[in-house]
T-cell receptor
């Protein structure tokens, strides 16, 4: 499967615990994006990363949320001390290096976080 | 400030007829536009895109039209099929000061194609 791989697909955490969501980009893609979709809402941009570099984190909440894309391994979205309002679908997307021809990104199947 | 607007939250169409989904934008620096389709419990799937140097792009049953002067684009699906029932997201892209691109998304239009 050469697509964007996200795991886990479903994650249940108690309030105060940590959630870690992983994303492996498509082969050949060096850019990773994280989006969040809250119930009954559209896609909200969170963060855009290259390997070992955060390009744009303007959509990340100021506290408890962090993201990384290390030189080796998947990108990780980490949510510390989760609260019920963090319950959402988290989508990862990837793209090849930027080009003048456009900017198509490809999504994974999503990770559904439920905070109880 | 919603730079990309999909003003119709939902649309219902009869099978075999044309579906027209609309999208308006405010930023004249956008130079690339995309449509994605999303089924429940799945990630968005890229559908079709258009560069600002064109006014039309066609791929099978899907055609995207771009009217730069009106800052408006539309996705036409003809003929519509029940399997097209999904949420459709419009997205726009521009290069920023750091020479990076960022997609700005609409809130989506839920299309229901009735048999």
């Amino acid at each position: 499967n050469a697509g964007v791989m996200q795991n886990p697909r479903h994650l249940v955490r108690r309030r105060g615990q940590e959630a870690r969501l992983r994303c492996s980009p498509m082969k050949g893609h060096s850019h990773v994006y994280w989006y969040r979709q809250l119930p009954e809402e559209g896609l909200k941009f969170m963060v855009y990363l290259q390997k070992e570099n955060i390009i744009d984190e303007s959509g990340m909440p100021k506290e408890r949320f962090s993201a990384e894309f290390p030189k080796e391994g998947p990108s990780i979205l980490r949510i510390q001390q989760v609260v019920r309002g963090d319950s959402a679908a988290y989508f990862c997307a990837s793209s090849p290096p930027l080009s003048y021809s456009g900017h198509t990104i490809y999504f994974g199947e999503g990770s559904w976080l439920t905070v109880v | 400030d919603q730079q990309v607007k999909q003003n119709s939250p939902s649309l219902s169409v009869q099978e075999g007829r044309i579906s027209i989904l609309n999208c308006d934008y405010t930023n004249s620096m956008f130079d690339y536009f995309l449509w994605y389709k999303k089924y429940p419990a799945e990630g968005p799937t890229f559908l079709i895109s258009i560069s600002s140097i064109k006014d039309k792009n066609e791929d099978g049953r899907f055609t995207v039209f771009l009217n730069k002067s009106a800052k408006h684009l539309s996705l036409h699906i003809v003929p519509s099929q029940p399997g097209d029932s999904a949420v459709y997201f419009c997205a726009a892209s521009a290069r920023n000061a750091g020479n990076n691109r960022k997609l700005i998304w609409g809130l989506g239009t839920s299309l229901a194609v009735n048999p």
